[in-house]
């Protein structure tokens, strides 16, 4: 004989096997953008202070003299970069967006002989 399930059946069934936790919040951009700086932020400034005011580089520059030093994705020292300009620690201009290409335009004061 067989039986049906019941709603009751089913209430006791969700008691007995709980939902499992819910997962971990996802980070904020922001607090995906603070980390890596926390990570890169003196590479990034040391690749200025090996430039002169003046120079121009690729991004692939900028991502080879940081990714030897501390490992990240190709795009990050090139946020890093924005972030340090927009905070006012270093300046750079883009002289081709298609090609990736910079010059610097301020170096790092701090730093500055």
């Given amino acids: 004989m067989q039986t049906q399930q019941t709603i009751f059946d089913a ?18 951009q922001a607090e995906n953008i603070e980390r ?15 430039k002169q005011v003046g120079d121009e580089f690729h991004d692939r520059d900028l ?9 990240c ?3 990050s020292p090139r946020r890093i970069m924005a972030v340090l300009a ?4 270093l300046g750079y201009v883009v002289k081709s967006r298609p090609d990736s290409l910079f010059s610097v335009t301020a170096l790092p004061e701090s730093e500055a002989v």
Avoid: E, Q
Wanted: glycine share 4%; aromatic share 10%; charged share 30%.
């Fill in 11 to 28: 209430i006791r069934a969700a008691r007995r096997n709980p939902k499992p936790a819910r997962a971990p919040r996802m980070a904020t």
């Fill in 36 to 50: 890596v700086k926390l990570g890169i932020a003196d590479y990034v400034i040391d690749f200025f202070l090996s």
């Fill in 73 to 75: 994705a190709p795009a």
């Fill in 63 to 71: 991502w080879d003299f940081v990714n030897v030093r501390h490992r």
């Fill in 86 to 89: 927009k905070d006012g620690r």
